[in-house]
């Protein structure tokens, strides 16, 4: 079987877990843990940075480090993984779901500020929901499948309504915008270092920004609140650490960071120019203003073709492709948030197709995929 997403632990992983093991140091505590923050500071050309048990964590400490607070409204794009909703909510605060645009799949814009101008109104110098009265709090664009979103269009809307801004960057490390990095665009942004992400730590997250303010307290709260080496605790805090394991696992994956985002961008590159000129498919986006990560590739659908059926036929082929995110606002737990229209998130979705993006796929393996994508269609 060709996986749709496999992790590429050829490097020095062993050799770093090996020295874990040698150490003891295997928990929160370790030299790795400090040495990784270091590098993803380095690799996305931010200030400051600090890891985290997962990208859930990561955005749950970052809502919480700009103060949103319970029952507040956060906007959000309805087009995401669901986690970016819950670390809403774990905020006690509620989403506030809004479109994408058709040609970034990233949080449109133009929708945000018609809804914001329609739906919200200043008071105090802060920002309320007019009908339910609850202050909104903070903007968290996506930067779906590594695109980053339309940020400058974006960042101008929260500064007309004094709001941060969290980017969702979890699968966009190694991503430009505007031919710079991603690492200082928004007041915090977040990673996320899944089994399934361009970079891996088995699991694991980081914030980074340029408000060191930010971090402090996002690292504060993520280490249990803790006051020195003392069982002194001044918050409620919560047990997000990152493991020495978990990093040393990381550590060894950034040395190979632009290896492997390049890999990602040539599997795009492939699957476009051999499949091309294909009757009833198109390819995920391209904008002018960035320069996506391309944590997966694969094809949009015609109405004539289900994903669901293309998947069955690849899979008899030794091919695993997916599905991928059924919009928030379609899922149980959130149909009933406040939101916008969802012209694109709505006819976009079921049409989507990942294909396999395995930054250690070969040559040989690509080839297979596109005969079979070639015969289906």
Not at 17 to 23: A, F, K, M, S, Y
Not at 280 to 304: M, N, R
Not at 310 to 324: H, N, P, S
Request: hydrophobic fraction near 40%; proline fraction near 3%; aromatic fraction near 8%.
């Amino acid at each position: 079987m060709i996986h749709l997403a496999e992790p590429n632990l050829t490097g020095n992983e062993r050799k770093y877990l090996n020295e874990c093991i040698d150490t003891t140091f295997v928990s929160s505590v370790g030299a790795f843990v400090s040495k990784f923050e270091e590098e993803v500071v380095r690799v996305t050309e931010a200030d400051f940075g600090t890891a985290v048990s997962s990208g859930t964590a990561g955005l749950h400490m970052a809502l919480k480090a700009v103060g949103v607070e319970k029952d507040e409204l956060v906007c959000i794009p309805s087009f995401t993984f669901i986690a970016t909703a819950n670390a809403v909510m774990h905020c006690g605060a509620q989403p506030w779901l809004i479109d994408i645009a058709k040609d970034s799949w990233t949080m449109d814009p133009d929708v945000l500020a018609q809804e914001l101008q329609e739906k919200a109104e200043v008071r105090d110098g802060k920002v309320y929901h007019k009908s339910s009265g609850k202050r909104i709090a903070a903007i968290m664009p996506v930067y779906t499948l590594g695109m980053p979103a339309d940020m400058d269009k974006i960042k101008r809307i929260a500064a007309e309504y004094h709001l941060p801004v969290v980017a969702d960057a979890a699968a966009a490390i190694g991503a430009r915008y505007k031919g710079n990095n991603i690492g200082k665009i928004a007041d915090v942004t977040v990673f996320s270092f899944n089994g399934n992400k361009t970079i891996t730590c088995g699991g694991g997250g980081a914030l980074v920004s340029a408000n060191q303010q930010i971090i402090e307290k996002a690292h504060h709260l993520a280490t249990t609140a803790r006051c020195g080496i003392e069982y002194e605790h001044d918050m409620v805090g919560y047990n997000y650490r990152m493991t020495n394991i978990q990093a040393a696992v990381g550590c060894a994956q950034l040395e190979r960071v632009d290896e492997f985002v390049e890999k990602k961008k040539y599997i795009r590159e492939y699957y476009s120019k051999h499949l091309s000129g294909i009757k009833d498919i198109s390819f995920f986006p391209e904008v002018e203003w960035a320069e996506s990560a391309c944590w997966f590739s694969g094809l949009v659908l015609s109405d004539k073709y289900e994903v669901k059926k293309v998947c069955e036929l690849l899979k008899e082929k030794g091919i695993e492709a997916r599905t991928f995110w059924k919009p928030v606002h379609q899922q149980k737990p959130y149909v009933n948030e406040e939101r916008s229209e969802m012209k694109v998130a709505d006819n976009l979705w079921k049409h989507v197709l990942t294909l396999p993006s395995s930054t250690g796929i070969t040559e040989e393996e690509l080839e297979q995929v596109v005969k079979a994508i070639k015969e289906i269609f």
